[in-house]
């Protein structure tokens, strides 16, 4: 079966995946935003706070993990999709939990044509965004590790001007 035209946004925390997923949505692109940021949003409506929901770590990343494979159950194999962060992402969070991974990346392979690694930005702290800057250092290592792994094709994506980071995308399609 041929891969569907899934693309993943990637890298660590602050590093630009939601604002160039907001300009690939302005150019007619259909993108998933960041699971994590979504569920912990819903959560926050009824009144469960980000820190509350997270207070078991472990569990939250599995949450994390099975939405975003129901969302790729759902998501059209024939349509060209911009992903925040893909399901390999799941294998470095489900590492820093202490948690199994052999089930996920038995599940994460072949699921994507290209990813994309972001270079960090500037740190901004806020209520999604917990993480400790050894926490964020580890991370970006294990989610290279996790896409390399499993042997994606990678575009490294330098600091730069989102609409310079956006040609590039566009022009590696």
């Known amino acids: 079966?041929?891969?569907?035209?899934?693309?993943?946004?990637?890298?660590?925390?602050?590093?630009?995946?939601?604002?160039?997923?907001?300009?690939?949505?302005?150019v007619?692109?259909?993108?998933?935003?960041?699971?994590?940021?979504?569920?912990?949003?819903?959560?926050?409506?009824?009144?469960?706070?980000?820190k509350e929901l997270r207070k078991d770590e472990s569990k939250f990343q599995q949450m994390v993990l099975?939405?975003?494979?129901?969302?790729?159950?759902?998501?059209?194999?024939?349509?060209?999709?911009?992903?925040?962060?893909?399901?390999?992402?799941?294998?470095?969070?489900f590492e820093i939990c202490g948690l199994l991974t052999d089930d996920i990346k038995t599940v994460s392979r072949d699921r994507y044509r290209k990813v994309y690694f972001l270079e960090r930005l500037i740190f901004k702290k806020d209520y999604v965004r917990v993480e400790d800057e050894a926490t964020i250092i580890k991370l970006n290592r294990l989610l290279l590790k996790s896409y390399k792994d499993l042997g994606y094709e990678i575009v490294y994506i330098?600091?730069?001007p989102v609409d310079e980071r956006l040609k590039i995308i566009l022009s590696s399609l």
């Open 1 to 26: 079966m041929e891969t569907p035209p899934w693309y993943v946004l990637t890298g660590t925390i602050c590093s630009g995946k939601s604002e160039l997923i907001k300009e690939l949505m302005k």
């Open 66 to 93: 099975e939405r975003k494979l129901g969302i790729e159950e759902q998501t059209p194999k024939n349509q060209t999709v911009f992903f925040d962060r893909g399901v390999p992402d799941s294998i470095a969070y």
């Open 158 to 160: 330098q600091e730069m």
């Open 28 to 50: 007619g692109y259909n993108c998933v935003p960041e699971v994590a940021r979504t569920l912990i949003d819903e959560y926050e409506t009824i009144g469960i706070s980000s």
